[in-house]
């Protein structure tokens, strides 16, 4: 199973909005719903910040947004705050009863 | 509150084997399936291995597939996974993550354990 493909980094200064996208196949992403994002900070365990394309879990803020088209998925963060810089993974569900993850992204607060 | 502790890591040579724990706390064990997730220094996360609820069902990554093993003892509120014939390759951070059903989110993660296969 091939990983997702994610963009390496993004960047946008305070305020601003930025999309990361996560493409797959019609095996993963396309195929099903079951996609989710994870934030994560140097040294930290990841925290889920969306599940099944566009869900947010209670208490995470609804600047964090998702979207599907196709067999791409992606993460909207609108309003940057300084807090939001971290790396940001999507993964999915996929056929083979299994699990993938994206490449991952780091995001830059300028 | 809801968490889950790994433990068990540590500095292994090529070849030898491991067993991880992931102690689970404040929520009903036995009702969730859990995955491993593991990530390389410096690298993105790579996903493991899945036990389902009763530990009837495993699924496992092609890069481990045949020399790890994941179980759990619902009675211990535990899961395990038996790592032999270690390569230097499966150096990481080894987390244990929740999901609230079998298609679902991983909505809880451990803090993570680190091995290091090294000669």
């Known amino acids: 199973q091939s990983a997702l493909t994610q963009p390496a980094s993004v960047s946008g200064s305070p305020g601003q909005s930025i999309t990361i996208s996560c493409t797959g196949t019609?095996?993963?992403?396309?195929?099903?719903?079951?996609v989710s994002w994870y934030q994560q900070h140097p040294g930290k365990a990841p925290k889920l910040m969306i599940y099944?394309?566009?869900n947010r879990p209670s208490g995470v803020p609804d600047r964090f947004s998702g979207s599907k088209s196709g067999n791409t998925a992606s993460l909207t963060i609108s309003g940057l705050q300084a807090e939001d810089e971290g790396d940001y993974y999507c993964?999915?569900?996929?056929?083979?009863?299994?699990?993938?993850f994206g490449g991952g992204t780091k995001l830059t607060v300028l | 509150q809801v968490q889950l502790v790994e433990s068990g890591g540590g500095v292994v040579q090529p070849g030898r084997s491991l067993r991880l724990s992931c102690a689970a706390s404040?929520?009903?064990?036995?009702?969730?399936?859990i995955h491993w997730v593991r990530q390389a220094p410096g690298k993105g996360l790579e996903w493991v291995a899945v036990?389902?609820?009763?530990?009837?069902?495993?699924l496992y990554a092609d890069s481990v597939k045949g020399r790890f093993t994941m179980s759990r003892d619902n009675s211990k509120n535990t899961l395990y996974l038996q790592m032999n014939s270690l390569k230097t390759e499966d150096t990481a951070v080894y987390y244990c993550?929740?999901?609230?059903?079998?298609?679902?989110?991983?909505?809880?993660w451990g803090q993570g354990t680190m091995v290091t296969v090294s000669p």
């Open positions: 993964t999915s569900y996929t056929s083979s009863d299994t699990r993938v």
């Open positions: 404040g929520f009903t064990f036995s009702n969730y399936a």
């Open positions: 993550a929740r999901v609230g059903g079998w298609y679902a989110a991983f909505d809880i």
């Open positions: 099944d394309v566009n």
């Open positions: 036990i389902s609820y009763d530990g009837s069902k495993n």
């Open positions: 019609s095996s993963d992403v396309g195929g099903y719903n079951s």
